[in-house]
C-alpha cells in the first residue's frame, strides 16, 4: 500500500528529555534503515535492520542513541538525554532485500518523510 | 577518508535546457551508486543508480554516467521542467559496507523561467 510512513512529523524537546521516533516501512520490506540528516547536508546512516536484528549499528553516534525492530517491521529510534546537537531530521527508509551481497542489480531504498527532531 | 562531495552546491538552468549534475567519489571500492532527488520537507528519492561494471545507464529523461578511472560519477536531465527543482545527492555502497549508502553534500537545482 502506502509508502514508509514517520511519526510524529515534528518534535519539539528540551535538552536531557527522551525522544522516541517510529518508522512504518513498507509492507514486505524485510530491511529497515535509519539516517540523520542535519541543514545543509547529504542523510548520514545511523544503524540497519535486516528482520528483528540490527545488522549494522557502527553509525549511531553514542550510546543515547538506540533502535529496536522487534517484530521485523516498525522501527522505534531512541534517543535519551537529548542534546542540542541532536537536532536535525531522521530519515527512515526500507527495501525488499539487502541485494547487493546477494549479487542482485539494486538495493532500492524507498524513504519516509522524515521527523525533524528540535532540542531546544 | 572514504567521501562522496560535489562540485558544485548550487546549479540553476533555464527551463527546457539539460542539467548536469556532477559528484567525485574517493573510495576505489564503490561498487554501486545513486542519485536521490529530494524536494523540500520530503525524503530522498530514488532516481537511478548504476552498478560499477557499466558506464553509463538511462532512465526517463535522465542518464548517468560512470567514469571509474578518475571516480566521477554524473546526472544528466534531460529538457529540465520546474518539477526537477530540488536538491540532488548522488550516494554510493561498497560491498564491504554492506548495504550501508554513503551519500555526498547534495547540489541545489534552481530552474530559471
Known amino acids: 500500500g502506502a509508502g514508509v510512513s514517520q511519526t510524529?512529523?515534528?518534535k519539539v524537546t528540551e535538552k536531557g528529555k527522551y525522544v522516541e521516533l517510529r518508522c512504518d516501512p513498507i509492507s514486505g520490506h524485510t530491511a529497515l534503515y535509519w539516517y540523520r540528516q542535519s541543514l545543509g547536508q547529504g542523510p548520514e546512516f545511523l544503524i540497519y535492520f535486516q528482520g528483528t536484528g540490527a545488522a549494522d549499528d557502527s553509525g549511531l553516534p553514542n550510546d543515547?542513541?538506540?533502535?529496536?525492530?522487534?517484530?521485523?517491521?516498525?522501527?522505534?529510534?531512541?534517543?535519551?538525554?537529548?542534546?542540542?546537537?541532536?537536532?536535525?531530521?531522521y530519515l527512515c527508509a526500507s527495501s525488499l532485500v539487502i541485494g547487493l551481497l546477494a549479487g542482485l542489480l539494486t538495493n532500492e531504498q524507498f524513504f519516509g518523510p522524515g521527523t525533524r527532531l528540535t532540542v531546544l | 577518508g572514504e567521501s562522496v562531495g560535489l562540485h558544485l552546491p548550487t546549479l540553476s538552468v533555464q527551463e527546457g535546457d539539460n542539467s548536469i549534475i556532477n559528484c567525485a567519489y574517493s573510495n576505489s571500492a564503490s561498487d554501486y551508486f545513486i542519485w536521490y532527488k529530494q524536494e523540500s520537507g520530503k525524503g530522498p528519492q530514488f532516481i537511478i543508480d548504476i552498478r560499477s561494471n557499466m558506464d553509463k545507464r538511462q532512465g526517463q529523461r535522465v542518464t548517468v554516467l560512470l567514469n571509474k578511472t578518475v571516480k566521477h560519477?554524473?546526472?544528466q536531465i534531460a529538457a529540465?521542467?520546474?518539477?526537477?527543482?530540488a536538491v540532488?545527492?548522488?550516494?554510493?555502497?561498497?560491498?564491504?559496507?554492506?548495504?550501508?549508502?554513503?551519500?555526498?553534500?547534495?547540489?541545489r537545482l534552481h530552474i530559471l523561467p
Open chain 1, 8 to 10: 510524529p512529523s515534528n
Open chain 1, 64 to 89: 543515547r542513541f538506540f533502535a529496536v525492530r522487534p517484530e521485523g517491521s516498525v522501527s522505534t529510534l531512541k534517543i535519551q538525554r537529548t542534546e542540542r546537537g541532536d537536532s536535525a531530521v
Open chain 2, 73 to 75: 560519477l554524473s546526472l
Open chain 2, 80 to 85: 529540465t521542467q520546474p518539477g526537477d527543482s
Open chain 2, 88 to 107: 540532488y545527492f548522488c550516494a554510493e555502497n561498497a560491498l564491504n559496507r554492506d548495504d550501508k549508502i554513503i551519500f555526498g553534500k547534495g547540489t
